[in-house]
C-alpha cells in the first residue's frame, strides 16, 4: 500500500492511519484523531511520534507510517 507524505497531523484532513513500529517489533495502529486530541492538528506527525511510548517496552524508539484509510467495501473511483 502507498504511504502518504505527512508533515502535519492535519494533512489528508486527517482522513489516515497510522502504524507505530517500535524498534522491539511491537506494532500498534492508531488514528491521527487520537494524536490530536492531545498535541493538536498543527502538530507535525514526526514531533508527536517522538513523544510516544511504546506499551510494550516502555521506549520512546517508534516510527510511524501513514496509509490511506481502506476504501469502504464496494467503492470506485471514477
Ligand atoms: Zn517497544
New binding site residues.
Given amino acids: 500500500m502507498r504511504d502518504l507524505d505527512i508533515q502535519q497531523l492535519g494533512d489528508e484532513f486527517g482522513q489516515y492511519i497510522i502504524y507505530l513500529k517500535?524498534?522491539?517489533?511491537?506494532i500498534r495502529r492508531c488514528h491521527p484523531h487520537t494524536l490530536a486530541a492531545f498535541a493538536g492538528w498543527d502538530a507535525t506527525l514526526a514531533d508527536v511520534v517522538r513523544r510516544l511510548r511504546?506499551s510494550?517496552?516502555?521506549?520512546k524508539?517508534c516510527t510511524a507510517r501513514a496509509v490511506p484509510m481502506t476504501a469502504p467495501r464496494g467503492y470506485k473511483s471514477h
Fill in positions: 517500535c524498534v522491539c517489533g511491537h511504546c510494550k517496552c516502555n521506549q524508539q
